[in-house]
């Protein structure tokens, strides 16, 4: 069974039709939103939805990217998932492309594999220049720092498999919040001796609601950067 995981903030204008384009794509999928917004409005506009294959869950504070993740891929793993899909709830990500990923993982033997703008075939629609920049910027440097062999460290779209899903619950979270914790998932994956794919994706930028990317996730993730190398020296260590 596919289980996907959908981290929210002031998603209440997108979440409702994203929760049908996925049962569209994935008619079987499991999906649990995890709800960061300051008020009930996202929660309030799903509610007609919910039901066992989908389930909500509201914090009270805005406690990052990541570890919404990790809750919700928790929950996901208990209810029995054997894929997990993790993807924005701003249709940044095409719904239709869950089954490719899912595919690319249950067909060829991955273990995490990445919607990638950056590999041939992947694009990006409606970014500034400035974000174009700093995310190729921080792709190279970590691709330098941290030896995965993939293009997109950052690209918030990707499918495990269990036991990936299972080693990341158990283990990762550890080492910032926001988008920091994408870049240690693949580190971790890659270095416990998984293996990582890619597949070319077209990432657009959203239409509506308000992007939650701060200056303050900016500089997490540059203080993130030394502890995920630290991990990455410790893993390399080990094997």
Not at 19 to 46: F, Q, W
Not at 56 to 85: F, P, Q
Request: charged share 25%; hydrophobic share 45%.
């Amino acid at each position: 069974m596919i289980g996907v995981v959908l981290p929210s903030y002031n998603e209440a204008e997108n979440i409702a039709a994203l929760v049908a384009e996925i049962r569209a794509a994935v008619p079987e999928a499991m999906i649990v939103v995890v709800d960061d917004s300051p008020d009930l409005a996202t929660v309030e506009a799903v509610a007609p939805l919910r039901g066992a294959s989908l389930r909500v869950i509201h914090r009270n504070a805005k406690e990052g990217r990541g570890s919404a993740v990790l809750l919700g891929m928790v929950e996901l793993l208990e209810a029995g998932c054997t894929t997990i899909v993790e993807m924005d709830a701003d249709f940044s990500h095409a719904p239709a492309q869950i089954p490719e990923l899912a595919a690319a993982v249950n067909g060829r033997g991955a273990d995490m594999a990445i919607a990638s703008r950056y590999v041939r075939g992947g694009r990006i629609v409606n970014w500034p220049l400035s974000r174009r920049l700093f995310s190729r910027a921080a792709n190279a440097l970590e691709r330098a720092l941290f030896r995965v062999p993939v293009h997109d460290y950052t690209g918030g779209y990707r499918a495990y498999s269990r036991r990936a899903a299972e080693l990341i619950a158990a283990t990762c979270g550890k080492v910032g919040r926001g988008f920091i914790p994408l870049c240690e998932i693949a580190v971790t994956v890659h270095h416990r001796g998984m293996r990582v794919v890619e597949v070319p994706t077209t990432f657009t930028n959203r239409t509506r609601g308000k992007s939650s990317f701060s200056a303050a996730e900016v500089w997490e993730a540059v203080r993130g950067l030394g502890r995920i190398y630290a991990l990455k020296r410790r893993l390399t260590r080990r094997s």
